[in-house]
């Protein structure tokens, strides 16, 4: 059974620091998806990394994948008010190309950002 | 612009009626999939559908059924409401498989309470 896991849970965030969301799963797979969700709100996708080494940057958030390691992490750079929200990772559970998409979720990491 | 939208946003019902939530997408996607988001569980994948027809069951399909008639349309059907399906919902589709950009495009949510 696939397992994923985000830690932390919760992240306090000060103005301008810098910090990294751990996601770690439990089988192999090289399709990896990071998304937010504000409070009350649906998820919007913000990076798909779909093979070992994938690097995605955009604006102050960028994402890897090791999938030796079966770990992605999403860091976040001189973070800003506006960044705070839930950080979402998934993994496509997929066993055939005809059974892809099954994504499993981590638990969400909570991020609160202050001044 | 292609959406993808559900109907109700909020559902209050009693245990043991029926319930069905409606998904609709125009992005012509193929793929589409029912989640359920609960505090502490991130989300969980109910059931899915690769296409006219198809459905699959997810982690969590027990007292939950769908049907494909056609491209655009999942709906969800609760057969006998239990309180322990209180939930917020979300509809998703997505388009290529295999090795292409596959990212699942959510819908707003439906927020259902059983009472």
């Known amino acids: 059974e696939l397992k994923v896991e985000q830690n932390p849970l919760f992240l306090s965030m000060q103005e301008g620091k810098n910090y990294t969301i751990y996601c770690n799963y439990s089988?192999?797979?090289?399709?990896l998806y990071w998304y937010r969700q504000d409070p009350g709100k649906s998820l919007e996708s913000l990076f798909v990394?779909?093979?070992?080494?994938a690097v995605k940057q955009e604006g102050r958030l960028m994402a890897s994948l090791d999938t030796k390691a079966r770990l992605s992490t999403l860091h976040i750079t001189a973070a800003v008010h506006d960044l705070s929200a839930t950080y979402f990772c998934?993994?496509?559970?997929?066993?055939?190309?005809?059974?892809?998409?099954?994504?499993?979720f981590g638990a969400g990491t909570q991020v609160v950002v202050t001044p | 612009d292609a959406e993808i939208t559900q109907s109700p946003r909020h559902k209050i019902t009693e245990t043991g009626r029926q319930v069905t939530l409606a998904c609709h997408q125009t992005?012509?996607?193929?793929?589409m999939f029912w989640y359920r988001q609960d505090l502490g569980h991130g989300l969980r994948l109910i059931h899915y559908?690769?296409?006219?027809?198809?459905?699959n069951k997810g982690e969590v399909s027990d007292g939950y059924s769908v049907s494909r008639s056609n491209t655009e349309d999942l709906p969800l059907t609760l057969e006998s409401a239990a309180s322990s399906q209180t939930s917020v919902y979300f509809c998703?589709?997505?388009?290529?498989?295999?090795?292409?950009?596959?990212?699942?495009?959510f819908g707003p949510g439906t927020r259902l309470t059983v009472l």
């Open positions: 998934a993994v496509d559970n997929w066993v055939t190309t005809d059974s892809w998409g099954k994504l499993q």
């Open positions: 089988t192999t797979s090289d399709r």
């Open positions: 992005w012509n996607h193929n793929n």
């Open positions: 559908s690769y296409g006219v027809q198809d459905t």
């Open positions: 998703a589709s997505s388009g290529l498989g295999g090795l292409g950009t596959d990212t699942q495009y």
């Open positions: 990394l779909l093979s070992n080494g």
